[in-house]
């Protein structure tokens, strides 16, 4: 069974900073895109940002300059470091991963449970 654990939500202020952790565990062969998305309430989940095993990043225009992606492949872990945070920021962030299991069984995505962030204006 696969799990993602996410943490490091919480409240922060206007212009502040805060990171999200994510780290996936359980039995499977490999770990590949893994990313961040958020949904605000009456919203649809949103992606924030994303980066391959190779390290190519890819974020949404509202983050860019602002949220950097990063992944420690040997843990299984991924990291979104928020920097100046605005109100409109306020979300349950949820990690995601693309998981393959074992050997010719199908790539499929995996969701953590989400972490509420708050930003106070």
């Known amino acids: 069974q696969v799990q993602l654990v996410e943490s490091g939500g919480g409240l922060v202020q206007f212009g502040g900073s805060l990171k999200l952790s994510c780290a996936a565990s359980?039995?499977?062969?490999?770990?590949?895109?893994m990313g961040w998305y958020r949904q605000a309430p009456g919203s649809q989940r949103d992606l924030v940002a994303s980066?391959?095993?190779?390290?190519?990043?890819n974020y949404a225009d509202s983050v860019k300059g602002r949220f950097t992606i990063s992944r420690d492949n040997a843990n299984n872990s991924v990291h979104l470091q928020m920097n100046s945070v605005k109100p409109e920021d306020t979300a349950v962030y949820y990690c995601?991963?693309?998981?393959?299991?074992?050997?010719?069984?199908?790539?499929?995505?995996?969701w953590g449970q989400g972490t509420q962030v708050t930003v106070s204006s």
């Open positions: 359980g039995t499977f062969s490999s770990v590949w895109t």
């Open positions: 995601n991963a693309d998981i393959l299991l074992r050997a010719l069984a199908p790539i499929a995505p995996y």
């Open positions: 980066i391959t095993r190779e390290g190519q990043t």
